[in-house]
């Protein structure tokens, strides 16, 4: 079924992308903060080789989706969790199809000494900047933490130390990974694919073992009425696509779960 989904996509996107310049659009794309980088890229690629204009909304997926449901238009949603997704589907979204995953990474300032282990986010007087319960990368968090409390290997009541040690929840990943490039806090926790070169310089990344961690699901769809609903399925066609993915990879992301 999946090898049949992809053969789709590709006779999607060639056929669309055969006739882009003839049908050129410009298609409006919102998307969780987190696919920054890689869309960036991705639609730079895309506008080349069908001539449209694709511009982007980055913001935390809760945002965009309260945007959508407020009368926001947009051809493409794509989000970082099935919990800001899926209530939209036949609502705003016509369909969902999962393009990407992701896992999450625990990163303190470069040269700490003060985290090396999960043990360290609980000593008193450390600052934690997390994301808000209503974030995708929030949402993963509290289940990573539960998991933590469930195994018992820091003690039951785990997750209640490490909340008392934050000290912000931002309503974005990017947000959260700039406290601690800027130097306001101790640790976060980001998804893997936030850790870009450019932040790398900044950070490092505390080992988080494979038991505790939560493995995210990106789903995307095109919107119901569509200003330019070609052009948004030949997008999504071209994010499944081989291209699509290798690019997605190389910042980070995990193929789709």
């Known amino acids: 079924m999946k ?11 060639g056929a669309l992308l055969l006739t882009g310049g003839a049908r050129a659009a410009t298609l409006t794309v919102f998307a969780a903060s987190s696919l ?5 890229e991705i639609g730079r690629e895309f506008d080349r080789r069908s001539g449209n204009r694709t511009t982007f909304q980055f913001a935390g997926s809760q945002t965009l989706r309260a945007q959508l449901e407020g ?18 589907v036949g609502k705003i979204v016509t369909a969902r199809q999962v393009f990407a995953g992701n896992t999450l990474s625990v990163i303190v300032p470069r040269g700490s000494a003060r985290v090396k282990t999960l043990a360290d986010l609980t000593r008193p007087g450390l600052r934690i900047v997390i994301a808000a319960p209503t974030v995708p990368v929030g949402e993963y968090t509290r289940r990573m933490l539960g998991a933590v409390d469930r195994a018992g290997t820091y003690g039951r009541d785990y997750s209640a130390r490490f909340m008392k040690n934050v000290v912000s929840e931002e309503p974005s990943v990017r ?16 998804y893997s694919s936030d850790v870009t070169p450019a932040l790398k310089r900044a950070v490092q990344v505390v080992a988080l073992p494979s038991r505790f961690n939560m493995p995210a699901a990106y789903p995307v769809g095109v919107t119901v009425g569509a200003r330019s609903g070609p052009e948004a399925r030949a997008f999504v066609a071209f994010l499944l696509s081989a291209d699509g993915q290798r690019t997605l990879r190389r910042w980070g992301f995990r193929p789709a779960p």
């Open 36 to 40: 920054t980088d890689a869309f960036t």
């Open 71 to 88: 009368g926001a238009r947009a051809d493409v949603y794509a989000s970082a969790n099935d919990a800001q997704f899926t209530p939209l």
């Open 175 to 190: 947000q959260v990974a700039l406290k601690v490039q800027l130097g306001e806090a101790d640790a976060a926790v980001v």
């Open 3 to 13: 090898r049949l989904r992809r053969s789709c996509a590709r006779v999607l996107l």
